[in-house]
């Protein structure tokens, strides 16, 4: 219609639908990162209810928070210094962990890339994210694989540097 503009990046499914459906859609999402009503507090709520999950996968769960996906779960813990395995309980400072997440997703809302590092130089833009076997960028220690999640919705690869990010460790 006149005077609306969308624009979207690597856009998995896009759905038109009515205002008066929407909810149908989206009603089940936490609290949207970008979003004018940004909640916070009931973000770090929802992530918090399941204390034995491990961050990682709360992290992506969209119904606690949305917005989140592979690459901000990597990027993200690791900038935390959080293993993605460590339980929801043993995070230190979730609200800061929460924040991070918003900060990165606004800083990176207007490029074509993601980026973590400052640099957008292909292969340079994240710490971990992608970079399985090759030297961590803090501590030389090489960056590691595994999956996580185990089921067909939260299954994914997760990077991680076991030297920058003590704790619990995937396979």
Known sequence: TAGV?????????????PT????????HLGPDLLGPGWDPVEAVRRVASQPDREIA???MDQRNLAGIGN??????????????????????????????ARRLLLANRERWAQVTTGDLRAGQNAY??????RPCR???TPIRRARQGGDLVDD??????PTCQPGPSGR
């Open 128 to 133: 971990v994210f992608e970079r399985g076997g």
């Open 71 to 100: 690459f901000y779960k990597c990027e993200i813990c690791f900038l935390r210094g959080t293993s993605p395995w460590t339980p929801v309980r043993d995070v230190k400072d979730l609200p800061a962990m929460v924040d991070l």
């Open 57 to 59: 996968t709360a992290l």
């Open 20 to 27: 008066g459906r929407e909810d149908e859609l989206v009603g």
């Open 5 to 17: 503009t969308a624009v979207g990046f690597h856009l998995h499914d896009v759905e038109l639908v």
């Open 156 to 161: 994914r690869v997760t990077y991680w540097c």
């Open 138 to 140: 803090r501590c030389r």
